[in-house]
């Protein structure tokens, strides 16, 4: 069981400084308990970095630093990484998108991280995109504000 489910789009700022950092930054120290990921974050994140390497938003060396601190975090049980029940995340994936998709939205990727907090019993949400609250909140769970 996870308590708090964070989508990517809270972790990136975590690990990269834009407006929503400090705000994570502020949540995070209110809270004693690792981060839980999934191998689906790991990717998510891992990507954003290089994107905003590609983009010019972060020197090479630069990337290179963050994906070593996401690894330090790891390595020092910062972010744990758990593997969801795939099977499971799949079939409410096609359930939300059934029910949902039409009147909220949806995006694939988002879909599937509403899925996995489901999948593993996660108590709240916490993201920045508003289509994906929108749709964590219809799929019954409380999202956590980083207001």
């Known amino acids: 069981m996870v308590k708090t489910y964070f989508d990517t789009s809270a972790l990136v700022p ?12 502020r949540l995070l120290r209110a809270r004693a308990e690792p981060i839980t ?6 990717h998510e994140l891992h990507n954003a970095v290089r994107l905003c390497q590609f983009w010019g938003n972060l ?7 963050v994906v070593q601190q996401i690894e330090r975090d790891e390595h020092a049980g910062r972010l744990v990484t ?12 096609q359930h939300l998108i059934a029910e949902h998709t039409p009147l909220v939205g949806s995006r694939s990727l988002d879909i599937l991280h509403v899925a996995s907090a489901l999948a593993l019993a996660a108590h709240e949400f916490c993201g ?15 999202v956590l504000s980083v207001a």
Not at 14 to 25: A, G, L, V
Not at 37 to 42: A, E, F, G, I, S
């Open 82 to 93: 758990v593997t969801p029940p795939w099977a499971e995340v799949y079939r409410t994936a």
């Open 59 to 65: 020197t090479s060396a630069r990337a290179a630093e």
């Open 37 to 42: 990921v999934t191998p689906l974050h790991l």
């Open 14 to 25: 975590i690990y990269i400084r834009d407006d929503r950092s400090e705000k994570m930054q």
């Open 128 to 142: 920045f995109d508003e289509r994906q609250i929108k749709l964590a909140r219809v799929a019954g769970l409380k």
